[in-house]
C-alpha cells in the first residue's frame, strides 16, 4: 500500500465523516438558530424550548436520512475491506 492509497483512504474518511455529520448538524443548526429567533422575538426564554424541537427535528432528520447515510457507511466498509484484503494479499 503506497502513500497515495493511505491518503485516497484518510480523504475517503473524512468524506464520509462530513457526509453521515452533516445533514442532522445542518437540521439543528437551523433549528437552533430558528428557535433562538422565536425566544428573542417573544421574550420567552424556557429552555424545553430550545431542546425539544431541535431533538424532534433531529429525530426526523436521523430517520429520513437513516438509509443513506447506512447506505454510505456501508459502502466505504466494503471498500475498507477491500483494501485490506489488497494488502494481505501482496
Given amino acids: 500500500m503506497t ?3 493511505v491518503a ?3 480523504r475517503d474518511g473524512l468524506v464520509v465523516t462530513l457526509k453521515l455529520a452533516g445533514p442532522p448538524l ?3 443548526l437551523v433549528v437552533g438558530a430558528l428557535v433562538s429567533l422565536l425566544q428573542a422575538v417573544t421574550q420567552l426564554h424556557e429552555a424545553t424550548l430550545a ?3 431541535k431533538a424532534l427535528a433531529l429525530a ?3 430517520a429520513l436520512a437513516g438509509p443513506f447515510m447506512f447506505a454510505t457507511l456501508q459502502g ?3 471498500r ?3 483494501h ?4 494481505g494479499g501482496s
Fill in 76 to 78: 466505504y466498509a466494503h
Fill in 51 to 53: 431542546f425539544v424541537p
Fill in 8 to 10: 485516497a483512504v484518510l
Fill in 80 to 82: 475498507i475491506a477491500d
Fill in 84 to 87: 485490506i484484503v489488497a494488502v
Fill in 60 to 62: 426526523l432528520a436521523l
Fill in 26 to 28: 445542518v437540521i439543528g
Fill in 3 to 5: 502513500e497515495g492509497d
